[in-house]
């Protein structure tokens, strides 16, 4: 089939054009979405290609002796082939002439993200010769990924005001093309950052004095148009960092929910928003303290209960064997109280569950005087059930379904009485 005439690569600008429907298709595993894909003689409809998203809209069938049908476009897509495609849950009958409504407002925000890429981009190659290695345009911020040691904070405050300066000129950024071979001499002398594996005449985007890149995406005008740029944070990746910028209208948006979320922060803390930062540090500090005192706490009641369940417990054949369950207390906690339980007096051993999730978690554990291995008996027991746990001689754990918590249970009373009975007076 002929390719579509794609008409934002000379006026990103437009928001209406006329076509005619040229071919019509299913769409292959739709999953719920557009059923239908329909190309057009031309289009201003950017399809999803080099980390920038699709439009939206609408496309207005003209039908001779027919009222005019409006057929939503939910998504563009490009082919393999290099034909756009554009994805409707309503077939247009092959011939019928249309006009295209792009949803302005989303590609006028992907024009700013897009040609604010270009410009960061440029400038963490000038500031610090990092190329940019990808590009993701996201519904909320943008990323593009630097081959680059992660950088200082002065040298991204200074990397922003470099690239707002910029904007703030209001240079201007135009669209050429030019023939491949003149754009791989350019490449080889530096004046191009990165050249696409294509054939053909190669588009370029040159912001004034600052930046010269093929690419087939929408831009602004100007760098004014981009309305302000913020690197909102960088982190560490495989190849270097990924830095998240916004531009323009979403640069606002943020800035007025950091704003909004700050002030909400602070009325809960009773504080400025410029003293947040002591308050929260503040708070951790007492957080961090309380959690370490409600683990001392903790630990004496486990001891106390501990020492009182064993003492309950009457000595049988040279055991004295304490099993008890819980649903009201933690699996830490649980199992803090076996190792307690069996600490305070020797020749005890403990079977103690802790209910309060099905699996149930069950602990078994033996005072040091006694001599059987705790993680055998428990791989042991729970291997009748196809379950698997185990840990050490004196300490184990693992988890079985709550229906048979207690032929599990049942079994390990068994395997803890012949385990004594072969090993004698032990304590």
């Known amino acids: 089939m002929a390719s579509s005439e794609r008409l934002y690569y000379s006026d990103s600008f437009l928001r209406h054009f006329t076509g005619v429907v040229t071919e019509v298709r299913e769409r292959p595993d739709n999953g719920g979405g557009p059923r239908w894909q329909l190309s057009l003689d031309r289009t201003a409809f950017y399809p999803t290609s080099g980390g920038q998203p699709f439009d939206t809209g609408v496309l207005r069938a003209t039908h001779s002796g027919s009222p005019v049908r409006e057929v939503p476009v939910e998504q563009v897509e490009e082919d393999e082939e290099g034909a756009v495609w554009h994805c409707a849950r309503q077939p247009v009958d092959v011939g019928t002439p249309v006009e295209g409504r792009i949803n302005w407002e989303r590609r006028f925000d992907h024009m700013q993200q897009h040609t604010g890429q270009h410009l960061l981009s440029a400038v ?50 135009s669209v050429h093309s030019v023939a491949r071979t003149e754009a791989e001499a350019m490449l080889a002398a530096g004046k191009l950052r990165k050249l696409p594996d294509r054939e053909g005449s190669i588009r370029l985007i040159d912001i004034q004095e600052i930046d010269q890149n093929a690419c087939g995406g929408t831009h602004v005008r100007s760098t004014g148009q981009i309305g302000g740029l913020q690197v909102r944070r960088v982190e560490k990746v495989s ?189």
């Not at 916004?246 to 704003?259: E, N, P, S």
């Not at 207390?329 to 099905?358: C, H, N, W």
């Not at 033996?366 to 001599?371: F, I, V, Y």
Request: with cysteine; charged share 25%; proline share 4%.
């Open 124 to 173: 963490f190659q000038q500031e610090l010769q990092a190329p940019t290695v990808s590009f993701h345009l996201g519904e909320e911020s943008s990323t593009i990924d630097l081959a680059v040691a992660p950088p200082s904070q002065a040298c991204l405050e200074r990397i922003e005001h470099i690239a707002n300066e910029i904007i703030a000129e209001d240079r201007p950024v």
């Open 239 to 427: 190849r270097g960092v990924r830095a998240e910028f916004v531009c323009g209208l979403r640069a606002i948006r943020t800035a007025r929910a950091d704003a909004m979320t700050l002030t909400e922060t602070a009325a809960l803390l009773s504080t400025g928003a410029n003293e947040l930062p002591v308050a929260v540090g503040r708070l951790l500090a007492d957080a961090k303290a309380g959690a370490k005192e409600r683990q001392k706490l903790r630990e004496e009641l486990a001891a106390l209960q501990g020492a009182q369940l064993a003492a309950a417990e009457p000595i049988e054949n040279g055991l004295r064997l304490a099993v008890r369950g819980w649903k009201d207390r933690d699996r830490d906690y649980v199992k803090m109280l076996a190792s307690q339980t069996v600490s305070a007096t020797p020749g005890t051993a403990a079977i103690f569950s802790a209910r309060e999730t099905d699996p149930v978690r069950v602990f078994v554990a033996r005072s040091q005087d006694l001599q059987f291995d705790c993680g055998r008996l428990l791989r042991e027991a729970l291997a009748q059930f196809g379950l698997r746990g185990g840990g050490s001689p004196s300490l184990a754990q693992g988890d079985v379904p709550a229906d048979q918590e207690e032929a599990l249970i049942a079994s390990l009373r068994e395997a803890l009485r012949g385990a004594i009975a072969g090993t004698g007076n032990l304590h």
